[in-house]
């Protein structure tokens, strides 16, 4: 694909389900990002991999959110026990290389808890 | 902690107007600097970047960088309703991800 993809576009759960939200980013892009955005605010950085390794887990909001990627490829963020305040969108976005390269966003996941 | 600001607006200028929208940073170390672009409900895109101090024009949109004094701006000539959107300016932050400010709105009235 030509851009950043991710599954599903929306997804409405209830309170104390879990979820799973998928990305997949540009072929070749070794650098993937998850944010998150809740209505009207900005960007809330969450966790990057640097090929399959996450080196840096702190800015997830809680130990009921967690992320991995495998082939370097694509990345799942899972949330347990989902909650009300979870809700909002989650954009992932891909580089080439970490750092200072240009980020591309996926469409996001708009994630609505019940 | 790196910071990047922005005001948050709105901003509100009339088509055809020039819109100028700042931002400033906080690690005097930062090389490179970006633009982005969202829409409402929509994903941010890239708009342009910059890594030299002084200025880079693509079309109807000019950066300019002035690392001795921390900002980097975004000029918006001939603005149209069709440019009306959140800004975001962002910083790499060295060995972390890039730093995204809270975005600037901007609002074009026809």
């Known amino acids: 694909g030509a851009g950043v993809s991710q599954s599903p576009s929306n997804k409405v759960t209830e309170k104390g389900k879990d979820v799973e939200l998928r990305c997949d980013p540009i072929?070749?892009?070794?650098?993937l990002y998850w944010y998150r955005q809740s209505l009207g605010q900005g960007l809330e950085f969450l966790i990057y991999?640097?090929?399959?390794?996450?080196?840096?887990k702190s800015g997830l909001p809680s130990d009921r959110f967690s992320a991995e990627r495998t082939g370097g490829s694509v990345s799942t963020l899972t949330i347990q026990r989902t909650q009300q305040e979870d809700s909002a969108v989650y954009l992932c976005?891909?580089?080439?290389?970490?750092?200072?390269?240009?980020?591309?966003f996926g469409p996001g996941t708009r994630l609505t808890v019940l | 902690q790196k910071e990047v600001e922005q005001n948050s607006g709105p901003l509100s200028v009339p088509e055809g107007a020039i819109a100028s929208l700042n931002c400033t940073y906080s690690?005097?170390?930062?090389?490179?600097f970006f633009w982005y672009r969202q829409y409402s409900g929509k994903s941010p895109e890239l708009i342009m970047f910059?890594?030299?101090?002084g200025d880079k024009e693509d079309g109807r949109f000019t950066a300019q960088l002035n690392k001795a004094s921390q900002y980097v701006s975004l000029l918006i000539r001939d603005s149209q309703p069709s440019d009306s959107a959140t800004y975001l300016c962002?910083?790499?932050?060295?060995?972390?991800?890039?730093?995204f400010g809270k975005g600037t709105r901007l609002s074009v009235i026809a």
């Open positions: 991999f640097q090929g399959n390794s996450a080196p840096d």
């Open positions: 962002a910083v790499p932050g060295g060995n972390t991800p890039l730093v």
């Open positions: 976005a891909s580089s080439l290389r970490f750092s200072s390269d240009t980020q591309y």
């Open positions: 910059i890594y030299s101090n």
């Open positions: 690690d005097r170390g930062s090389q490179s």
């Open positions: 072929s070749g892009h070794t650098a």
